[in-house]
């Protein structure tokens, strides 16, 4: 029997399809702005595509021809998270044109989010991606939700699903795939999947009305993707996350809601996965419960990914997982490859609706008066593993502005008071209501100087009374500068 190079193996030929298959359903990761060797000759074997990070991203010209290699090397997925707002890759080294889906929320417009994500959509066709790992269609219900927040739409359910389907729709008339966000819904959740498994106890009518509307919604508008979510949902899922359970992905997405198109795992190496089932198991667990690709997210090397392979084959060999359920998997990310379009023209909004979106977001309660050689207090928060690094803040459009960027819990409350009297006092925050020390600190300042101004870039939930409230319902670049404009009019 004759040796074949698949990817970085040396297989009998007679087990090249079935390495083929496996290769197939992976979206991997790799470091750097240029495209290893190694995942090109995985992509050249069949290996299913690539999920982009901030890290391989340096510009557009970069990333066009980056994915411009990897499509010379096969035919992937080629895939990254560009919700706008807060999560963003395509501008992750200096915040986000676009407002993320709280600021669209807020203001309600079905339209706009449709232009706004029409405009991120021709972003991404221009860069070679051609789909991407949003809209978020989760209804964010819990206030503390440590890893949603200003990346929903909202906590009503009905909003979300219309916002949703507008968001769906604007991608997808430029060719790149919506992925909708995270099946059966992470918005009613106080844990961070990144770190452990979050638990949705709700009943079967909640879920139904609440979280899965918005799903429903998208299905009927023709997601082409659909992303798991790593939650457990006690009555569906039992003690597994919904990217392992088959009663979540085959008997209540395939079968009750009628869903045809693409699964998305969300990314394996998530404490969720990693620490209950292994990477390996979960990928096999995930395929076998109805996933059809898997992303994998930055953190498994090469070896890793080898791993992975080779555990689908020995799955397929014991019994574990059907051939079948490959090879329906491969099928499904053919006609989602077929579907595949290409930018459609020069955009029709470019960057000017995402700040035409963060303007009308952005609520004033109180006056705000004229700045006085001001003093911008940044309340640090430490960044979720979603959002990443990405910058955020004042500095850009408060040039005259003295920028102070303080930890809160460190922070000398009197020591900045001094340093603002005669001054104008400008306190910005994000999701105070979920950090105790970020409260304690404003607090501390409104308490000798009532007239300040708090600027809220999360979700506007605690709210101090100062002498003006900004909410923003975002910490992207575009609501940044959408305040400024409040502060400075």
């Keep these: 029997m004759s040796e074949i190079s698949v990817g970085e193996f040396s297989v009998g030929d007679r087990d090249r399809g079935l390495y083929r298959l496996a290769a197939g359903t992976l979206l991997a990761a790799f470091p750097g702005t240029t495209a290893p060797d190694w995942i090109l000759r995985h992509l050249a074997d069949g290996l299913g595509g690539v999920t982009l990070f901030g890290f391989n991203v340096a510009g557009a010209e970069q990333l066009s021809a980056l994915t411009g290699r990897l499509r010379d090397a096969g035919d992937p997925v080629i895939s990254l998270d560009e919700e706008g707002g807060d999560v963003t890759r395509l501008a992750y080294h200096v915040g986000s044109p676009y407002p993320g889906n709280a600021a669209l929320g807020a203001v309600d417009d079905i339209e706009l989010t449709r232009r706004v994500y029409r405009s991120i959509g021709d972003d991404l066709a221009r860069c070679g991606v051609n789909l991407d790992m949003a809209p978020d269609a989760d209804v964010n219900t819990a206030d503390d939700n440590p890893v949603i927040g200003t990346r929903s739409f909202g906590s009503d359910a009905a909003l979300v699903a219309r916002h949703t389907v507008a968001a769906v729709a604007g991608l997808q008339e430029t060719g790149v795939a919506a992925c909708v966000k995270h099946f059966p819904g992470h918005g009613a959740t106080r844990q961070d999947s990144h770190l452990e498994i979050p638990v949705v106890d709700v009943s079967r009518e909640v879920l139904w009305e609440r979280e899965l509307l918005p799903f429903r919604a998208a299905i009927e508008a023709g997601t082409r993707s659909i992303m798991t979510a790593h939650v457990r949902v006690p009555f569906l899922t039992g003690t597994a996350p919904a990217t392992l359970s088959a009663p979540a992905l085959t008997e209540l997405l395939r079968g009750e809601l009628g869903y045809d198109g693409v699964v998305i795992s969300d990314a394996l190496d998530m404490h969720a996965i990693v620490e209950s089932v292994g990477l390996g198991g979960g990928a096999v667990l995930s395929l076998a419960a109805g996933s059809d690709l898997l992303c994998l997210g930055p953190l498994p090397t090469r070896e890793q990914i080898q791993e992975i392979m080779t555990e689908i084959v020995a799955a397929v060999r014991d019994g574990r997982l059907p051939?079948?359920?490959?090879?329906?998997?491969?099928?499904?990310?053919?006609?989602?490859?077929?579907?595949?379009g290409t930018p459609h023209g020069e955009a029709r909004d470019g960057n000017v609706i995402g700040l035409t979106a963060a303007r009308r977001a952005v609520s004033l309660s109180g006056t705000a008066t004229p700045l006085v050689n001001p003093l911008v207090v940044e309340v640090d928060t430490p960044p979720t593993i979603a959002v990443?690094?990405?910058?955020?803040?004042?500095?850009?459009?408060?040039?005259?502005?003295?920028?102070?960027?303080?930890?809160?819990d460190t922070a000398d409350a009197a020591g900045l008071l001094e340093r603002a009297r005669g001054r104008s006092l400008v306190i910005v925050v994000k999701d105070a209501h979920r950090h105790l020390a970020s409260q304690d600190i404003v607090s501390a300042l409104l308490a000798g100087r009532p007239d300040a101004t708090v600027i809220e870039m999360g979700l506007p939930i605690w709210r101090p009374s100062a002498g003006a409230y900004i909410a923003t319902y975002g910490a992207a670049r575009a609501n940044a500068q959408a305040a400024a404009e409040l502060l400075t009019a």
């Design 323 to 340: 051939l079948a359920r490959l090879e329906e998997a491969a099928e499904r990310v053919a006609r989602l490859r077929g579907w595949f």
């Design 388 to 408: 990443g690094d990405v910058p955020w803040g004042f500095a850009p459009w408060l040039p005259d502005a003295e920028i102070a960027r303080i930890k809160p």
